[in-house]
Each structure stands twice: as structure tokens, then as C-alpha cells.
């Protein structure tokens, strides 16, 4: 066992675990309670999204571009990002997103007859709101970099606090692993051993969880885990413009059924295929192929030039699956890891129950230096330390 022990080094990790905590702990209560509520967003969701749900015919789908159509009459002049396909009870799914001003509303569509089911504006939304929360603090970017950095704080708050709980020898450590509480142990004592023990236990967890984090806030963190992992490619996504110029000529009449159907054919067991509209006609059409639902590592990217159909084929780590090195998949199984999503419902469980833990220890942790706050102003009044030391012959005579 390493010798943390010593007080130097204690004594600074308790400093830095104190003013770090202090100023961060209402980001990191805000942040872990609503990612352990974002973490059962799908299972919850299930509970009363029948509205997601056909009959299933014996007929096909309709096609992108007619679903482009109808988009265009519920929302006119907006832009429609893409159409999501599932198996033969599914609804379809087309997302309209703009990011200035924010538009982001859904609308579930038939996908044999057409006929629009429901529009939902994701803005008022529970679970967006509570992911806006999550991201955003419910501030925009402004609140975004306070969680970013927050987030960064929080993994120095975490190496310190296991350096302050780190045991001199095997004796101590059984103590700080399990309570051992009585009648007459005291509510200060339980809260110290709720601060230390749970947060031990969920610090493995907090770590990745924390890391996983910055990996989508900062692009340079991206880098530098991608590149520590062996890997070269480009780690921030980047849709491809097209190869072609304005003048070559385009071989069908509505490129994005064709591309679809490609899909279709090389893809008859996917769970999902996304298909994107380009936002300009200078971008290329990207098809989203997911091969398990619940999780967004195992798919393919793939960008197609809009007027010639030819595939482009690009050095970034979202491409074809089977391509994708050691490096690449640390980067892609990244948000599977950390919602918990990559190891089923027990991940998310897991997950779950680490990020309850992580909020409580900023409220915790706030009660242990209020508790010691108090002490040291009531030691500085006129007979603090002796009323204190009388209190304390009182409750061991009793």
C-alpha cells in the first residue's frame, strides 16, 4: 500500500479538496443529480411513448424525400436534420434542429401512410430539460464552460479526497471501507462516514464517469485521451462537403432515396438508419446505420457526394465500424460509457447509483467544514475552549 499518509501531503490535498470543493459543489450536486436521472431516460421514456408505435404492413416505407415533404409542411422554412428508420412497428422520427435561434422539435410520422402522429417541442420536453440542465446549468454556453471546467475541478477534488482517505496500514483501511455505527454514534460522525465511505466506494466510477465527461466538453481532452490510446485520426465530428463541383451531373432525381436504399440493401438487419439532409447543397448525405439500440458505438458513418452518389471516404474516427482502431473505439464507446449504457441496465445501475452518491458529497462535505467552521469560531469566544471541554467530561460521564 502506497504511503499517503504522511501529513505534508495530507495536509495540502486537504487544502485543495476544501477550496476546489467549496466554490464547485452546487455544479457537481446540479450535474450528478440530473445525469442520474438522465440515465433511465429510454427505459422511463417507454412507460408512455405509444405514440412511437405503428401496426406493421406488409409494404414499404415511405421514402426520405416524401418525409422531407411532409416535414415541410409542419414546420415551412425549417430546417428538417434527418429521419430516423426502425424495424416495421416504428414510427418515423424526423428531427428539426436549428442552432440560431435554437429550433429542435421532433415529429413522429407513419412511415407507410405518412400521416403525421405527433410533433413534439423538445424545449419543454422533461428530459431535455433535465439534459439541458446537465450540459448547461439551464444558461446557455456560458453555463456550459461553468460544467466544463466544473467537471475538470472535480476530478482534482476526487484525487484529493482519495489521498485524504487513503489508510496509514490494512487496520484502518477496514475501518474506512464499512460502518460501524451504534445507538450513540453521533449525526456528525454518520455524516462523516457518508462523505468518506459512499465516496469512496463511487469515486472508481466518478472517475470515468468525470473523464468520459471532459472528453465531450474540451476537443483538446478528446485529443489527448485518442492520441494516448495509439490513435491519429481526426477526433472532432466534421460532416464532409462534396468532392464534386456544380456542374457535374447528378444521376437521380431525389439522391437521398437512393442513398437510402443503398442502405436498405447493405444493412437489412440494422436497428436504426438514420438518414441526414444536407443543410446546404454544398455538404454531403450521411447515413447513420446503428447495429444495437441503446448504444451508439457499434454503427457506421457514411457520407455520400450529393450529386454524384460516390462515396467519401474520410480520416475521422466516425466512419465505417470495421475500420475503426483501438484508439478509435475508446473515442466512439465514450458517451456508452458514460451514461453507463455500455454495460446494459446494470451499467446505467451502476452509474445510476454513483452519480446519487457524487451529489450527495458536495452537501456532506459541506457539513463536515460548517461543523468545523463553527467549532473554531466558538473556540475564539471568551471560555469557547472550556464550555467545550466541559461538554465533552458531560457526555462521557454519561
Not at 145 to 164: A, D, P, Q
Amino acid at each position: 500500500m502506497f504511503n499517503l499518509g504522511k501529513r505534508p501531503i495530507k495536509k495540502i490535498a486537504g487544502k485543495i479538496h476544501l477550496w476546489l470543493g467549496l466554490p464547485t459543489g452546487l455544479v457537481v450536486f446540479i450535474v450528478a443529480i440530473t445525469g442520474s436521472i438522465y440515465c433511465f431516460q429510454e427505459e422511463i421514456s417507454a412507460l408512455y411513448d405509444d405514440y412511437k408505435y405503428v401496426e406493421a404492413q406488409e409494404q414499404a416505407f415511405i421514402p426520405p424525400s416524401r418525409v422531407h415533404d411532409i416535414a415541410g409542411e409542419i414546420h415551412p422554412g425549417k430546417h428538417v436534420h434527418s429521419v430516423i428508420y426502425g424495424d416495421k412497428t416504428e414510427a418515423l422520427e424526423v428531427v428539426f434542429y436549428e442552432a440560431e435561434p435554437e429550433f429542435y422539435q421532433l415529429a413522429y410520422i407513419n412511415p407507410y401512410s405518412g400521416d403525421v402522429i405527433k410533433v413534439m417541442d423538445m424545449h419543454n420536453e422533461f428530459f431535455h430539460i433535465i439534459l439541458d440542465g446537465h450540459i448547461y446549468l439551464w444558461m446557455g454556453e456560458i453555463g456550459k464552460k461553468i460544467v466544463s471546467y466544473s467537471t475538470l475541478i472535480f476530478l482534482v477534488i476526487l484525487i484529493s479526497g482519495l489521498i485524504l482517505w487513503w489508510p496509514r496500514n490494512k487496520k484502518i483501511a477496514r475501518k474506512k471501507t464499512r460502518f460501524s455505527w451504534s445507538d450513540r454514534t453521533r449525526w456528525k460522525r454518520k455524516n462523516y462516514d457518508l462523505h468518506n465511505i459512499l465516496g469512496f466506494y463511487a469515486s472508481a466510477v466518478a472517475v470515468i464517469v468525470a473523464i468520459t465527461g471532459l472528453v465531450m466538453a474540451f476537443n483538446w481532452f478528446a485529443e489527448g485521451v485518442h492520441t494516448m490510446a495509439g490513435g491519429e485520426k481526426q477526433v472532432e465530428f466534421v460532416l464532409p462537403e462534396n468532392e464534386s463541383t456544380k456542374g457535374d451531373a447528378i444521376k437521380a432525381e431525389q439522391p437521398i432515396d437512393v442513398v437510402w436504399q443503398q442502405m436498405n440493401r447493405e444493412y437489412p438487419n440494422a436497428e436504426i438508419i438514420e438518414m441526414h439532409y444536407p443543410p446546404t447543397e454544398d455538404y454531403t448525405i450521411y447515413a447513420y446505420v446503428n447495429f444495437s439500440k441503446g448504444t451508439y458505438y457499434n454503427s457506421d458513418f457514411r457520407y455520400f457526394d450529393r450529386r454524384t452518389l460516390e462515396e467519401i471516404k474520410t480520416e475521422q474516427v466516425y466512419s465505417k465500424l470495421e475500420k475503426a482502431s483501438f484508439a478509435d473505439m475508446v473515442l466512439r464507446m465514450n458517451y456508452d460509457i458514460h451514461v453507463g449504457a455500455i454495460g446494459g441496465i446494470v451499467g446505467k445501475i451502476i452509474v445510476f447509483l454513483s452519480s446519487l452518491i457524487v451529489g450527495s458529497l458536495p452537501i456532506t462535505g459541506f457539513m463536515i467544514w460548517w461543523g468545523r467552521h463553527k467549532k473554531v469560531t466558538q473556540q475564539k469566544r471568551p471560555g469557547g475552549k472550556q464550555k467545550q471541554k466541559e461538554e465533552r467530561e458531560l457526555v462521557s460521564a454519561v
